[in-house]
């Protein structure tokens, strides 16, 4: 099976979702309430990213058939820090965390730039789950 990976973050949200033959698997988005994450987009980008990464990571336990996977966003930057493998200085501490979950996926991946990943839609109120207090809706 191979995935495809779509992250994005946008108007103060963030969403990971994950496709297979053009049918979405999972998703996950999140409303990002640290100021300084929402104020930069490198920042919100690894935020992003590390969310993607945990559903992915949910997802290849459930799943042991999948062999690879694509991730697309619209950050050339950060995807050019992605195949480097370092980032600028200012987010080195992030990125490089970050970075140890995906090089430990046991599964290959690519990194490609999309002018508008399928995640776009999901950066959107919305998508929201439903949180829960002390465990009662």
């Known amino acids: 099976m191979h995935l495809l990976m779509s992250c994005i973050s946008?108007?103060?949200?963030?969403?990971a979702v994950i496709l297979c033959d053009g049918v979405i698997k999972a998703y996950k988005?999140?409303?990002?309430?640290?100021?300084?994450?929402?104020?930069s987009s490198y920042k919100s980008m690894i935020y992003?990213?590390?969310?993607?990464?945990?559903?992915?990571?949910?997802?290849?336990?459930?799943?042991?058939?999948?062999?690879?996977?694509?991730?697309?966003?619209?950050?050339?930057n950060?995807?050019?820090w992605l195949h480097?493998?370092?980032?600028h200085d200012t987010y080195r501490d992030e990125f490089s965390t970050m970075l140890e979950s995906l090089n430990d996926l046991p599964i290959r991946y690519s990194i490609n730039f999309v002018d508008k990943p399928r995640?776009?839609?999901?950066?959107?109120?919305?998508?929201?789950?439903k949180e829960k207090l002390s465990g009662l809706d």
Do not use: C, P, W, Y
């Open 84 to 87: 480097q493998g370092f980032s």
């Open 119 to 129: 995640a776009t839609t999901f950066a959107d109120v919305k998508f929201l789950k």
């Open 48 to 76: 992003a990213f590390d969310i993607g990464l945990k559903l992915l990571r949910v997802f290849l336990d459930e799943h042991e058939e999948v062999e690879s996977v694509v991730f697309e966003m619209n950050n050339s």
């Open 10 to 15: 946008k108007k103060g949200f963030s969403s």
């Open 29 to 39: 988005t999140v409303r990002i309430r640290d100021e300084a994450v929402k104020a």
């Open 78 to 80: 950060f995807i050019g």
